[in-house]
């Protein structure tokens, strides 16, 4: 009994449940208000449920079908709760990690790397975050992880049930986000080469397995959009603009996004450098990545003079992470008047040093990544061990070709701006690459430095998690002071984007007899009648009512929300 409940203890299900309880436990989901974009598909599941079929919000360009039946699903079990919702996501965070953990053991990492592999994203502060909200983006997560768990494995059996499952869980990643359809492209690259190299053809069970998921995908895909209503089309940002700006700002994007996996894998930099310099001649070493270093300022020196005023450190992003805090600020002030604000705000004393340990994190993993992973993926097999051979060198391909393909396929013109966690995606194949890289030079004493470093980040990811209910907290205890107390009807507030997405936006759309959800008026967020607003600062043409105090972690101060009242013209 005693073996069997160490195994169980031991087990990467067990810590990552165990891990995502006492986050439960630190910082409770209940909360029964929006946070970010959920306000939009809580309405999808609710009208999915009331019409007994998919029912799109206007303001959503995801294709969120399935996130739409599981918000129904979930709100005829539960009634309608936010608290109820987001707790559902929390299933889809742990789905994610353990597929992360299981991939990266079929990819050839050993126990504890593999383990790591999962804890690193789960512990992501944008990951954490997004877990308490009923956006698409862990239930994506999850699926894609799936996917990639299923293919990555089918490389190895060569089963049918497991193309089956890679297919499968993509078409059900193409429900929640057309992006779902990048891990069928690349496997089926990496697939053909494998074919190709080895000289036999594939079963028509192999291709019934690939082909048969994706096609019910396909179709379900387009009944929903046949049915549920026309969903949000961004405006093209790169019309009229000159191709040297476009190749610029794509490069631009590249850049930061290497940035941030260099900050997001930084556990895996330390474990993998420390073993590094244990083992090998210093100065040789430390001469190759310092070249490397060298060729990584120049870009950001480059992109920084032809894009930016001046070289910037992170963020470099916007929407989650923020100087200093997770999750967005948004109410009227802190996203139009001074969006640059942040009640606690570190500046570029605290964020250039960060930006230099993850440019060289980054450069650590790409050089590593690259000689040790990509050059063998590309070139043709030893013969002495081709079949070994063949099938790691399809699976290394097929993720650093998965994480490529979601980050280039944001460099479109309808993705109007990039958004730190749209790099999701490519942060678990990174993450199963990183655990292999780990595994090839058996760093297990400094996977423990790694491990301690990601419950160091694990405990900012809470602390900034509390702040962000906290505030929030304070905001809808305003709004509720706003309407009892003072007698303001919904459309006299403004109350932020949240609170005036669900209760206003409809009204506001009808009035303005508009139908482009980024016209919200000269007050912000579809606000009809603002005599009444919630803000952090103060506000010209506004006088002070009274403050919701709020004790917030992040810097262990309490703080307030404003509730002012617009001076009468007359």
Not at 230 to 256: C, E, H, K, M
Not at 476 to 486: F, K, P, Q, S, V
């Amino acid at each position: 009994m005693g073996v069997t409940i160490r195994q169980i203890a031991r087990n990467p299900a067990t810590i990552y449940c165990g891990i995502i309880a006492l986050s439960v436990l630190i910082v409770s989901p209940v909360a029964d208000f929006p946070l970010n974009d959920d306000w939009l598909y809580a309405m999808m599941g609710q009208n999915t449920l009331d019409a007994g079929a998919y029912v799109a919000h206007p303001f959503v360009a995801a294709n969120a079908t399935l996130h739409a039946f599981w918000g129904a699903a979930v709100i005829a079990i539960f009634g309608f709760s936010y608290t109820a919702l987001r707790v559902s996501t929390l299933v889809f965070t742990f789905l994610t990690v353990w597929f992360a953990s299981r991939t990266a053991r079929e990819a050839g990492a050993t126990r504890r790397p593999a383990l790591l592999a999962g804890l690193v994203v789960l512990v992501n502060p944008i990951v954490i975050n997004l877990s308490y909200t009923f956006m698409t983006d862990m239930m994506f997560l999850a699926m894609i992880a799936g996917a990639t768990w299923g293919y990555v494995r089918a490389f190895r059996t060569g089963h049918a049930r497991d193309i089956a499952i890679g297919s499968s869980f993509s078409a059900l990643a193409l429900l929640v986000r057309q992006m779902g359809i990048l891990h069928p492209a690349v496997f089926f690259i990496a697939w053909a080469m494998v074919f190709v190299r080895r000289r036999i053809i594939p079963s028509p069970a192999q291709i019934a397995a690939y082909i048969i998921p994706l096609v019910i995908g396909v179709a379900l895909y387009e009944w929903a959009q046949s049915i549920g209503g026309d969903i949000y089309t961004w405006p093209n940002a790169w019309q009229n603009a000159p191709v040297s700006i476009i190749v610029l700002q794509i490069g631009r994007y590249v850049f930061a996004s290497c940035i941030y996996f260099g900050l997001f894998l930084l556990p895996f930099a330390i474990a993998y450098g420390m073993t590094l310099l244990a083992r090998r001649n210093a100065w040789s070493w430390m001469r190759t990545y310092w070249a490397g270093m060298i060729l990584v300022w120049l870009l950001m020196f480059g992109c920084g003079f032809l894009l930016m005023p001046r070289p910037m450190p992170m963020p470099l992003l916007t929407n989650i992470i923020r100087d200093f805090g997770v999750g967005p600020l948004t109410l009227h002030d802190t996203t139009h008047l001074y969006p640059m604000w942040n009640p606690v705000q570190l500046g570029a004393i605290f964020w250039w040093p960060l930006t230099i340990i993850a440019m060289f994190s980054a450069t650590i993993l790409t050089i590593e990544l690259t000689t040790r992973l990509i050059r063998p993926a590309i070139a043709r097999p030893n013969q002495g061990k081709r079949k070994v051979q063949h099938i790691r060198q399809a699976q290394h391909l097929f993720l650093i070709g998965a994480a490529a393909a979601h980050v280039l396929a944001l460099q479109n013109p309808w993705v109007t701006v990039l958004f730190d966690r749209y790099l999701l995606p490519s942060l678990v194949p990174l993450a199963i690459l990183s655990a292999v890289l780990l595994s090839r030079i058996n760093a297990n004493r400094t996977i423990t430095v790694a491990m301690a470093t990601c419950m160091i980040c694990l405990a900012f990811s809470l602390v900034t998690l509390q702040d962000y209910f906290a505030w929030n907290h304070a905001r809808w205890e305003a709004i509720e002071i706003l309407r009892t107390e003072y007698g303001a009807t919904n459309e006299q507030i403004e109350g932020g984007y949240e609170f005036n997405g669900t209760f206003t936006s409809d009204a506001f759309m009808d009035v303005n007899e508009t139908t482009d959800f980024l016209e919200f008026g000269n007050y912000g967020w579809w606000t009809l009648n603002p005599q009444y607003a919630i803000t952090f600062l103060p506000r010209d043409g506004f006088e002070y009512l009274e403050a919701v105090p709020y004790f917030s972690w992040l810097g262990m101060k309490e703080r307030e929300v404003v509730i002012v009242k617009r001076v009468s013209t007359d």
